[in-house]
């Protein structure tokens, strides 16, 4: 299993975990140290856009990449095929992406600090979504809460000829486009 593989050992499924907290404790702190005076509540705001533009990321990646083309769509096939193997994005790849397709745009419309405050939401969103579908899969349900997410994350898995349910941390998505829990075929 190299760098790039998609099925992890357990070290390296956990390392995600390790990089992405290094990475928002660095970000948190760059923003602390060197970011404009005064500009807490502007970062605060960022922030907060960073954490709702990752729950669109995370229901438009799912629907129209995942379950889009090839080669995404065989990835995340053998997820659905093998729901508790410990399959996910190489961390390499996944910090490229964000780095590409986020960091990069966000520094060049707004400049370093607002790039990192809206980065820092963007992956605060991302590790609550890495967890919570680790959860649904792997840790039983010890609220009514968590017990919907994982009903609604097993309706995604067995709705092979309707899709459906494709946002993990919460619904609202698939709520506004459509394509929420229907009756199973
Ligand atoms: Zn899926
Ligand atoms: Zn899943």
């Known amino acids: 299993m190299g760098l790039l593989s998609l099925e992890h050992g357990k070290a ?3 390392a995600d975990f390790v990089v992405y907290g290094a ?3 660095g970000l948190a702190a760059a923003l602390a140290w060197s970011g404009p005076r005064g500009s807490g509540l502007a970062d605060l705001g960022w922030i907060a856009a960073g954490l709702w533009l990752w729950t669109l990321l995370e229901y438009l990646l799912h629907r129209f ?3 889009g083309p ?4 065989r990835w995340h ?3 659905h095929a093998r729901p508790s193997a410990l399959i996910g994005l190489p961390t390499l790849l996944s910090t490229a992406l964000f780095a590409l397709l ?3 745009p966000a520094w060049l419309l707004g400049g370093g600090w607002r790039a990192s405050a809206l980065m820092l939401g963007v992956l605060l969103g991302y590790m609550a979504y890495a967890t919570m579908h ?3 899969h792997h840790w039983p349900a010890r609220t009514a809460w968590m017990l919907e997410r994982k009903r609604w994350h097993a309706r995604h898995h067995h709705a092979r000829h309707d899709p459906q349910c494709f946002g993990v941390t919460f619904g609202f998505w698939d709520r506004v486009f459509g394509s929420g829990p229907r009756p199973l075929r």
Not at 70 to 73: E, I, L, T, Y
């Open 23 to 25: 990475v928002v404790a």
């Open 134 to 136: 680790h959860a649904v």
């Open 70 to 73: 090839q080669p995404f769509r």
């Open 102 to 104: 986020v960091y990069t």
């Open 12 to 14: 390296a499924y956990q």
């Open 77 to 79: 096939g053998e997820h």
């Open 65 to 67: 990449v995942l379950h």
